[in-house]
């Protein structure tokens, strides 16, 4: 089982560049999350799509966009990337949205410059 | 904001010794859940406590909760190598949204 998969691993930008970060899953869930995690912290919630169709801001959403592209795809999109984004985003998703086991992808590392 | 705080932020101990975090809270929870997450990669689901609970076990993993303290421990047993990785507590403050903890990165020396 693939279970949650995010592309790329890895992406370095330049400041002002755009990208957009894509995340699948495979568990028919109906319920999908993108976090961003810095050392020291906690992972803080961005957006999430508690069912296909619906997309609502979580913690931190200034600079970011995101797409729930049918129930598999969730992409966060980074406008005019900022030094301030740099990260490791994760994607999330869970069958329900009621908060309980919440399987994550690997996560990609985002570095602007 | 956050809600959990892990205590102590690291640990090191000998292979085959217990090792317990701690993670405080601060608002009325519906459950608590562990997570841990090795080096490079993504968070894995340990267990989960619903409010009402106050132990649970999962093989070598115990973990309490005091609703009173706001607080909650993960206790590992018998540590591995292989346990070596952060781990972080997650409350649920209201559906879709866990609201997390810095972490313990625990680790587990042979």
């Known amino acids: 089982n693939a279970g949650v998969t995010q592309t790329p691993k890895f992406q370095v930008l330049k400041t002002g560049q755009s990208m957009t970060l894509q995340c699948a899953q495979d568990?028919?869930?109906?319920?999908m999350y993108w976090y961003r995690q810095d050392p020291g912290m906690g992972l803080r919630l961005i957006y999430y799509s508690a069912s296909e169709g619906t997309t609502d801001k979580g913690e931190v959403p200034n600079g970011y966009n995101v797409s729930r592209l049918n129930k598999r795809e969730f992409s966060l999109r980074l406008e005019s990337a900022a030094p301030s984004q740099t990260s490791v985003y994760f994607c999330?998703?869970?069958?329900?949205?009621?908060?309980?086991?919440?399987?994550f992808g690997s996560g990609t590392r985002l570095t602007v410059v | 904001s956050q809600q959990g705080e892990e205590d102590p932020q690291a640990l090191s101990i000998q292979e085959g010794e217990n090792a317990t975090m701690n993670c405080s809270y601060k608002?009325?929870?519906?459950?608590l859940q562990w997570y841990r997450q090795n080096s490079g990669r993504g968070l894995v689901h340990l267990i989960l406590i619903r409010s009402n609970e106050r132990e649970k076990h999962s093989g070598r993993l115990r973990v309490t909760l005091d609703t009173s303290k706001k607080s909650s421990s993960l206790l590992i047993t018998a540590s591995r190598a292989a346990d070596t990785a952060s781990y972080f507590c997650a409350t649920d403050t209201s559906n879709y949204q866990l609201i997390w903890g810095a972490g313990t990165k625990l680790i587990i020396k042979p």
């Open positions: 568990m028919n869930h109906n319920s």
């Open positions: 608002t009325s929870i519906n459950n």
């Open positions: 999330a998703s869970n069958l329900d949205g009621s908060t309980r086991l919440v399987t």
